[in-house]
């Protein structure tokens, strides 16, 4: 008899899943606008335009159970990470001819419903191909494999553009204009082969994805469950404070998140820092991550030792108060670069250290049910759409105030957060009461 053949190790597949997952969505989401406002757009349309991209990411709890129904989950993983690489590489070779913004709008805004459909794929394969045992091994790699997307998204590929217009190509790096499209054209040409490289790793090695047991066999059946899912959670008691709160934890990081990078960048006579974008992937790419993930992981801690109901409001400070590191630097410039890494690393660091409490909230109080992935996918989702939301006008707002005013509206825009996170329901067990075998509780992943 022949031998079964032997099952992959996770390790030859989950941490370039989740790299790949991670890497479109940021250059999509958060690398483009930088990118636009080197291209010499002005705050407001940079802003704006990467914002819309968060759109498909938003409303993919809305076509998840369509996904479900066709072909394997690593077949959509596959075509998904094939389309994106030729994408990316189309963006490259359309840059610089006549209209050619127009194309990478309709270009990008496809690709995030492309980078969507990949992250449901992609989570079907890691859900359906381990068990129960080998997804809570696997949790922390999950997560520290995405998160080093970021790190080389809007840190090594930022950094990179600004070392290749200034040393490769010989640009003045202070002066926004075409002249950047020669680095950023290299960039998007570099992220198309790693996305690309990486189709072929997981053609190899990731596994099908099994079908879930509740997998819609039909359109309608499809349909039913989605409305099904809405209505459950309407049912749920006070689900009105716990949307308020998924919608409004993370408000002012919203009208943060597009601006304090631009800070960065404008010049001094603009109420800027005047960094190159070596020093903005530099800072704010990688010692500002860097920051997010030390501070997740003590945050995480923090809240298994106390328990969530009791940590919340102390996670709410923590992820808003920060914020007025930079009201300080507006105000006065700081010229050192350790000043301002200081700065970014403290916003960073109990940004990530507050964050965790918003996702627990959201496995411990809102998904618990009937449809607990589904329901935690709509309060992601609202997270997302308050994130899109808030960056399609900070731009805007911004360009009519004035850093310093901006950063002290940033300040008040914190005020709904304190609100939502004070009346915020609990309803489920929070993890805080000693486990009845006298052991302690595992922390949610």
């Excluded at 997307?149 to 590929?157: E, H, K, N, R, T």
């Excluded at 709410?316 to 700081?334: D, G, S």
Aim: hydrophobic share 50%; glycine share 12%; aromatic share 14%.
């Amino acid at each position: 008899m022949r031998s079964a053949k032997p099952a992959v190790s996770p390790l030859l597949w989950v941490p370039t899943g989740y790299f790949t997952m991670a890497l479109g969505y940021v250059m999509l989401t958060s690398v483009t606008a930088i990118m636009f406002k080197n291209l010499g757009m002005d705050n407001g349309r940079a802003a704006q335009y990467s914002s819309l991209l968060i759109l498909a990411y938003t409303v993919k709890p809305l076509f998840a159970p369509f996904v479900e129904m066709y072909r394997t989950k690593k077949f959509f993983v596959l075509c998904a990470q094939v389309l994106i690489g030729l994408g990316f590489a189309g963006v490259g070779l359309a840059l610089g001819l006549p209209g050619y913004m127009g194309f990478l709008m309709v270009v990008f805004f496809a690709l995030s419903f492309i980078g969507a459909t990949q992250d449901i794929a992609s989570d079907g394969v890691y859900v359906t191909s381990l068990d129960t045992r080998a997804q809570s091994l696997y949790c922390g790699i999950q997560s520290l494999s995405w998160n080093i997307g970021p790190i080389v998204a809007a840190g090594g590929m930022v950094f990179l553009s600004g070392y290749l217009h200034t040393n490769v190509f010989g640009h003045d790096p202070k002066v926004f204009g075409p002249d950047w499209i020669d680095a950023w054209r290299v960039i998007f040409f570099l992220v198309a082969g790693i996305t690309l490289l990486m189709a072929l790793w997981h053609l190899r090695f990731m596994p099908q994805g099994a079908r879930a047991a509740d997998t819609p066999s039909s359109v309608r059946d499809a349909g039913r469950i989605l409305l099904d899912a809405f209505a459950t959670l309407f049912q749920k008691r006070g689900v009105w404070r716990m949307i308020g709160f998924a919608f409004l934890f993370r408000l002012s990081i919203g009208f943060l998140e597009k601006i304090g990078p631009f800070f960065m960048v404008d010049p001094v006579s603009k109420g800027g820092l005047g960094l190159s974008n070596e020093m903005l992937g530099l800072i704010y790419g990688t010692y500002g991550l860097a920051a997010v993930l030390l501070g997740s992981l003590l945050g995480g801690w923090y809240v298994a030792r106390r328990g969530l109901k009791s940590t919340l409001f102390v996670l709410c400070c923590a992820v808003n108060i920060p914020n007025v590191t930079f009201l300080i630097m507006a105000i006065y410039l700081p010229g050192s670069l350790l000043a301002i890494t200081l700065g970014v690393v403290v916003e960073k660091f109990f940004f990530g250290f507050g964050a965790v409490g918003f996702m627990i909230y959201l496995m411990q109080q809102l998904a618990p049910g009937k449809y607990t992935t589904t329901h935690y996918a709509f309060g992601t989702g609202l997270m997302a759409l308050s994130g899109m939301a808030t960056g399609v006008v900070s731009g805007h707002l911004q360009e009519m105030m004035g850093y310093v005013s901006y950063f002290v509206f940033v300040m008040v825009a914190t005020i709904p957060s304190f609100i939502a996170t004070w009346y915020a329901p609990f309803h489920h067990d929070d993890g805080s009461a000693p486990a009845a075998d006298g052991q302690a509780k595992a922390m949610p992943a």
